[in-house]
């Protein structure tokens, strides 16, 4: 199982990006999906989650200005992120739990985001 994200790059504050992370290989079905971020220095953060069914949760910081979505019939997953801030500025990684003869999780490999003010 592989999971390839991009859609990174640099924006300008109050602009927005969006990310994608579609997994591929032999697998049964893919549960939850979701986007984390490392910002320089700091430790890997969650930023937003989505279920197989839909439901979401996003980091507080994040609420209002990012929204995540998946297309269960691509295996993709999405970040719209608007509104960016400077502090936003990190390398986002997404993950997917994916049910093989068991639920593993897999990470992409993370794309590169910088919000320059």
């Known amino acids: 199982v592989q999971l390839q994200a991009s859609g990174g790059g640099l924006a300008q504050a109050g602009g927005s990006l969006k990310l994608s992370c579609t997994a591929s290989?032999?697998?049964?079905?893919?549960?939850?999906m979701g986007w984390y971020r490392q910002a320089p220095g700091k430790q890997r953060e969650l930023v937003a989650t989505i279920t197989s069914g839909g439901s979401t949760n996003y980091a507080d910081s994040v609420k209002g200005r990012f929204t995540i979505s998946r297309d269960n019939a691509k295996n993709t997953v999405y970040l719209q992120m608007n509104s960016l801030k400077p502090e936003d500025t990190a390398v986002y990684y997404c993950?997917?739990?994916?049910?093989?003869?068991?639920?593993?999780?897999?990470w992409g490999q993370g794309t590169l985001v910088t919000v320059s003010s």
């Open positions: 993950n997917a739990d994916v049910y093989r003869t068991a639920i593993t999780r897999y």
């Open positions: 290989g032999s697998f049964r079905s893919i549960a939850n």
